[in-house]
Every structure is written in structure tokens, then in C-alpha cells.
């Protein structure tokens, strides 16, 4: 057997290709302008780093099975649409996304959109007060809780959780604006099911449908500078840097979980986080 082989075979297991093709998608409606016009603009995506893909795997693998449990466990409710593509027309472009499901409770005929979100103790804190500050081996029962799920929660720095809140709006007007921009159809609300991917910790958070414009006009600016935009390089790099001791820069998470790192900011690899050198940034393409 050849060693070496055998795990460059296996670690392909990680790589997780891009769900879909370029373009603007609600799904990643939480991004900026410049990752949006990167998108637009057909730029090649680059591998992530092992980190973002070892990531994006097991947020996956957790998000389906969590789905799977819904639509197969639950005897009150009934799951419906599970997958289903959705589409808003927003400046004449069509834009997709495809949400988790509907959940129909049965003995009460409400009909609420799910979104299942995975994620890290840290956006999970930042959102569920009960636990907020927690480190996560001091959270020893399994407790399922509930809170309000609006911009209130989403705390400065927290780089995901407002991305959820735009991609909650952006289902929700899909689903409930009228025609052409949605499908007008009858929901009674929408939650959001946090899955704490270290501790196991399920949260829902219930979201306030009366936020859904103020969102979108959010959402939209982003999408507009990037449509407006000639090129990525005249947006302004999504997230700043931080500096580390020896004067490199490292790039924020969400750069490093990013497809379009390599044509975006110059970088290299040490120890397998992506250090940008001081004076790239500058001189970027304009
Ligand atoms: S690498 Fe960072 S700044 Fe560049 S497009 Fe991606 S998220 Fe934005």
C-alpha cells in the first residue's frame, strides 16, 4: 500500500465543492459587496482551506440529518417542501434558494419555514441569551431552548449570524411577496433550528416577520454595490484583517472559509491559516 496515496485519497473526502454555480444566490445573501461581485463576475473559486472544508462537511452532514429527523420523527407535524427552490426577482435578476422545509403542525393547522443553521459555540452564544458568555464545557444539560431571533441579538463582531437573519428575509419574501417577486403563499411564521456543532445545544429562534424589509433593503444595498460595481477590486474588502505580532495580517474567518481568497487577497499559507503580508492589500488590481 502506498501511504502517501491513500491519504491524498482520503483527504479529497473533504473537499466540498460549491453548492451551485456563480452569480447572486439567497443563500449566501449574508455576504458583502465584494464577495457578491466576485460571484457576479464568474471569478474562479479556489480551494479552501482544509479548516473551512473539514467545516463545511460536517455542518452538512449535521444540517441533513437534523432535516432527516424533522421530516421522519415529528408526529404532530407534518414536513413539507423540504428542498424546495424558491426565486425573487430583485433588478430584474432572478435570484434562487432553496429552503430547508415547512413544518404543518397538524393540530393547529399553523404552517411555519424552517431554516436549519449550524454552527460554532460562539455564533451560538452570540445568539441565545440563556447561554450568552457560556464556555462550553460549563454547559452540561442538553436543555432545548428558545428565544426571539432578530438584529437585537446579532452582536458586533459575530461575523454569521446577521447572514441568517437576511437569509430568513430573503425565504420569507420569496415565499409570502406576491408574484412576480414570490409566490404569495400563506405562512403563519418562521423559525430558525441552531445546532451548537460543539456542545450538540439545539435552540430555536423565533423570527420576527416584521423585520423582513429592513433586511431586504440591507441585503439589497450589498447586492447593489456589487451589481454597480466594474470590478470586485474598487469594493472594499469585505472584513479587515487583524494584524498579528510579527506585522502580518490574517485574514478574518469568513475570508478564510472564502472561495475567491486567492484572486482577492494575496496570501500564504503557514501552518495552514492563510497570512496576508503587509502591503498586498494596496497593491491589489484595481
Ligand atoms: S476573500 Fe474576504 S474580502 Fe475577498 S471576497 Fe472573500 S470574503 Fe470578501
Redesign the pocket.
Known sequence: MNANELLRDLMAAWDVPPKEGGGLRMSSAGN?A??HA?DLGGYPQGQTTQRAQVTFATGDLLHDYLRDHLHERLEWAEVTDREREVVSTVHDIDIAGHIDAILRDKRTGERLLVDIKTMSHFTYVSLDPEVAGQPWYKQRNNKARNFAFDASRVLPGEPFARGYLYQLASYWAALTDDPPHGDGEELDGAFILCVNKNTGHLAIGTFDTATVPALLAERDWQWDAAINAESPYELP???EPTENKDGTLS??I??QY?P??DV??ATESVAGIPKIYKGVLDSRPK
Do not use: E, N, T, V
Request: glycine share 0%.
Open positions: 458583502r465584494r464577495r466576485f474588502i469585505c472584513r485574514p478574518d469568513r475570508c472564502c475567491y481568497i482577492c487577497l
